[in-house]
């Protein structure tokens, strides 16, 4: 059960609870605690620092986070429908398993985000920057990524289908055992490509293939004098 907001004495600014949710009607921003189970709808965290917060198998919808610190949050089998995360800061932020449905990353600075074996649909990553990106065997449909900076990108064994990646740095990218359709790599200033067998269905640039050369040629066992 989600626990009640710190909301002035007389309960004028506390959003009405229904059942075992909070629903904010879109009033006022939530100063409470995000929970492990608990149901949010509506809701808006600006400034908060969660570090720590276990909210695994919550339920997040038309959520927002504005310029938090999610540092060790667990939201492992969380369920994100339209949240949006505006400038938040983690060095590790627990996804696991996690639902994501229409969720926004912009301008974030996150350090490793473990969202292997997820679901994620229609997911948009614009700026910022990510250290380590793990979608290790998740399962992603329609995920654009805008103007970031991603160090290391994890599709190992990931099941992809309508990715873009647009003016946006990927310094190592892994699809080792991939299943890639419809992703267009283009846009990607890409340094390191592990598991080049899992770039079949992805498209890349003319340049981007003359970079690969050297990496292709060894994995195919080709020597070039």
Known sequence: MSRRPRAASDGADRPPRVGARWHAG???????????????????????????????????????????????????????????????????????DAEWRDVALTDCRL?????FGGDLVRVTVTGGKI?????????VRELRIVGATIDDLD???TTAR????????????DVARARL?????????????DGLDGLAGATISEEQ????????????GVVVR
């Open 26 to 96: 879109g009033v006022d921003l939530f100063t409470g605690d995000i929970e492990r189970e608990g149901d949010y709808e509506g809701l808006e965290l600006d400034d908060r620092d969660l570090t720590g917060h276990d909210a695994r198998e919550a339920r997040f919808v038309d959520c927002a986070f504005h310029h938090c610190v999610l540092d060790g949050v667990r939201m492992a089998r969380a369920h994100l429908v339209d949240v949006s995360f505006v400038g938040v800061r983690a060095d590790t932020l627990h996804l696991a």
């Open 181 to 193: 359709t419809h992703v267009d790599l283009r846009g990607a200033d890409l340094a390191r490509v």
């Open 209 to 220: 293939l003359a970079a690969l050369a050297p990496l292709l040629a060894a994995h195919l």
């Open 155 to 157: 599709l190992a064994g």
């Open 111 to 115: 350090g490793a985000v473990r969202a």
């Open 162 to 173: 309508d990715v873009v990646v647009e003016a946006s740095r990927v310094r190592r990218l």
């Open 131 to 139: 250290d380590y990106l793990n979608l290790r065997d998740a399962t």
